[in-house]
């Protein structure tokens, strides 16, 4: 089965800090994993995702994520955090034949001005 | 363009109501799916349709039911409500499978609350 650990589950950083935020899956094939962001009050929107090819993967927001096979991993990464990105984000992985995504259970960033 | 839209967006049921959640999607997608987002838990698929007319059992599809009634639609049913339903629930569809490259939308969420 399929499984997401979202290992860091509340991040707080000072505006202009660098960001990474972990992922980590369990499937041993062929994957496809995405990063969603959900603000307060409001639903999940994709930030970016990685089906194939380049591993580096750039997104919306200035936001992107390496996708490092050996090591199961799909971390993401923003150069300067905004209070903007104050959010929850979610590490989700879809293998071949499952028939909807599986989530991490999410990290809550919280910028500070 | 109103994407996946879901009603009610709150709700407030005491233990053992019924009730039904309505899900409806303008973008022509094959599947639908939903899933429930508990503090810690990130989000737990309970129900999936590829398309009109079928349905398949999540993760979590205890005390659930869903109808596929159309294309656009896709609702869940509470049964007999019970606290441990008390969530944020999410409707979401895309063109195809998520492993065939479409981009899942989600609606706004509805929060129900079983007291």
């Known amino acids: 089965a399929q499984s997401v650990s979202q290992h860091n589950h509340h991040v707080i950083l000072s505006e202009a800090a660098s960001l990474e935020l972990g992922c980590n899956y369990s499937y041993g094939g062929t994957v496809n994993l995405f990063w969603y962001v959900q603000y307060p009050g409001q639903h999940l929107q994709l930030l970016l995702k990685y089906f194939s090819g380049d591993p580096l993967v750039k997104g919306i927001k200035g936001f992107e994520a390496e996708f490092i096979k050996s090591k199961f991993s799909f971390n993401l990464r923003k150069p300067s955090v905004q209070w903007s990105d104050t959010a929850e984000y979610f590490c989700?992985?879809?293998?071949?034949?499952?028939?909807?995504?599986?989530f991490g259970s999410g990290t809550r960033l919280q910028v500070q001005p | 363009n109103a994407g996946v839209t879901q009603t009610p967006k709150f709700q407030v049921l005491k233990t053992g109501q019924s009730m039904t959640l309505q899900c409806a999607q303008d973008?022509?997608?094959?599947?639908m799916y939903w899933y429930r987002q508990d503090p810690g838990m990130g989000l737990r698929l309970i129900y999936y349709?590829?398309?009109?007319?079928?349905?398949d059992k999540g993760e979590v599809p205890n005390g659930y039911n869903v109808s596929r009634l159309n294309k656009r639609e896709f609702s869940l049913r509470l049964e007999s409500a019970a606290p441990s339903q008390t969530s944020v629930y999410f409707c979401?569809?895309?063109?195809?499978?998520?492993?065939?490259?479409?981009?899942?939308?989600f609606g706004e969420g509805s929060w129900l609350t079983v007291v």
């Open positions: 973008m022509n997608h094959n599947s």
């Open positions: 989700a992985v879809n293998s071949k034949g499952r028939r909807a995504l599986t």
């Open positions: 349709s590829a398309s009109e007319g079928t349905t």
């Open positions: 979401a569809s895309s063109g195809g499978g998520p492993f065939s490259g479409n981009t899942i939308y």
